[in-house]
């Protein structure tokens, strides 16, 4: 049987993209006077680069956009986002963005059977811990063994350095673990860690991807009253091989 799951944050756990991240990057751009704007359509194209430094990098060059000379680019962009954490966090502090169908339902059906949870994110710590504790549920962020976040590691999903990382500090086997991504890039890095067994919930930006060889694709974990459901007993004695079938 599985020993643990290790989950993706945004786009999985929560629609933070959508309902956080987008307009955080664009109450940045506005505080410090850029006329940048991020349109759902264009964002979803942006996703292309996980990591929201990066992400404003990789805008910047596709856009030819360039700073005064003598400029430091890296001081730039890190200031810019420093200010879209805190936009972002002030949103969770609002209560904008629950967690996704059958999340926390599934988290407390594996701990109740003894698997461990963990969390392989691209976002900051401070990010996942506070949409853990604006989820209504008190110390949620204390039922995971391991929070590997960011910057930790040198390369981003769709490297698997992260997953890599939350193995050995799970001190567990990929073949013992099941991952939950929601994006190709998330996917790519969970199998490229040899982490076989793995399940995607898919949302606006990610539906249509190709996941790879993802046994399990699915539009949401899913509550009781209303399927898809995926639940713990459904994991729990068995092995990838049968989570494909
Ligand atoms: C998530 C991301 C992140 C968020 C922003 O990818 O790509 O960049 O968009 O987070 P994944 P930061 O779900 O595959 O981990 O701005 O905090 O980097
Ligand atoms: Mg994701």
Avoid at 30 to 37: F, K, M, N, Q, S
Wanted: charged share 25%; proline share 6%.
């Amino acid at each position: 049987g599985f020993k643990a799951l290790i989950f993706d944050v945004d786009g999985t756990v929560a629609d933070t993209e959508r309902d956080g991240h987008r307009p955080a990057f664009n109450a940045a751009f506005a505080e410090v006077g850029l006329d940048w704007h991020w349109d759902p359509a264009l964002y979803g194209e942006l996703l292309a680069v996980a990591g929201g430094k990066e992400r404003i990098r990789y805008f910047m060059m596709r856009e030819g956009i360039r700073l005064d000379p003598g400029a430091d680019e890296d001081a730039f962009v890190a200031d810019l986002h420093r200010r879209k954490t805190r936009h972002y966090l002030a949103m969770l502090s609002q209560g904008a963005i629950p967690l996704r169908p059958g999340v926390l339902r599934l988290w407390r059906e594996a701990r109740a059977a003894g698997i461990r949870l963990a969390i392989a994110t691209t976002t900051t710590p401070e990010n996942v811990v506070a949409l853990l504790a604006h989820a209504g549920e008190p110390s949620l962020a204390d039922w995971f063994d391991v929070i590997a976040a960011g910057d930790s590691v040198p390369a981003k999903k769709p490297a698997p350095d992260i997953y890599h990382l939350v193995l050995e500090q799970l001190g567990l086997e990929a073949s013992d673990c099941i991952a939950f991504e929601d994006s190709d890039n998330g996917a790519r890095a969970a199998l490229d860690a040899g982490l076989s067994c793995l399940v995607i919930t898919t949302n606006a930006y990610t539906a249509g991807q190709d996941f790879g060889a993802a046994p399990l694709i699915l539009d949401q974990l899913g509550e009781p009253s209303s399927p898809p459901r995926l639940a713990v007993g459904d994991l729990a004695g068995r092995d990838c091989v049968d989570l494909q079938a």
